[in-house]
């Protein structure tokens, strides 16, 4: 078991499989190239990964990517723990287009004052 801390977020990864797979095991959380920007289960790399380094720097806070076939959508946020993290959620045909990422970048922004504001 490794343990990712991300400030106050801490990740917990457990490798279920023991195969050639288990690092693409959809429980576990790996880093990325990029500083604050962790990868959950298999990994496509078809550009989600550059697109979630370029959020989480334009707003300040770390993301967490997954991307997956049969998505209603081409990318999908969710804010976790009270904004300190982002999960992104990519459609793994097309995941670095179909949307406007200033779009995106400002609905995230919007959404963490709003918990600010709550709270």
Do not use: W
Not at 5 to 28: F, H, K, Q, Y
Request: aromatic residues 8%.
């Amino acid at each position: 078991m490794e343990c990712i801390s991300l400030g106050t977020v801490r990740m917990i990864t457990e490798n279920p499989d023991d195969g050639d797979n288990a690092e693409n095991s959809t429980n576990t959380i790996v880093e990325t190239e990029y500083e604050d920007v962790l990868y959950r289960g298999y990994q496509y790399r078809r550009g989600e990964v550059e697109v979630a380094a370029e959020i989480q720097e334009r707003i300040g806070v770390p993301v967490i990517l997954q991307a997956g076939p049969y998505r209603p959508h081409n990318i999908h946020y969710d804010i976790g723990q009270s904004g300190q993290f982002i999960l992104l959620d990519f459609y793994s045909v097309r995941p670095a287009s179909g949307y406007d990422i200033d779009r995106v970048v400002r609905d995230i922004k919007r959404g963490l004052r709003e918990i600010q504001e709550l709270e």
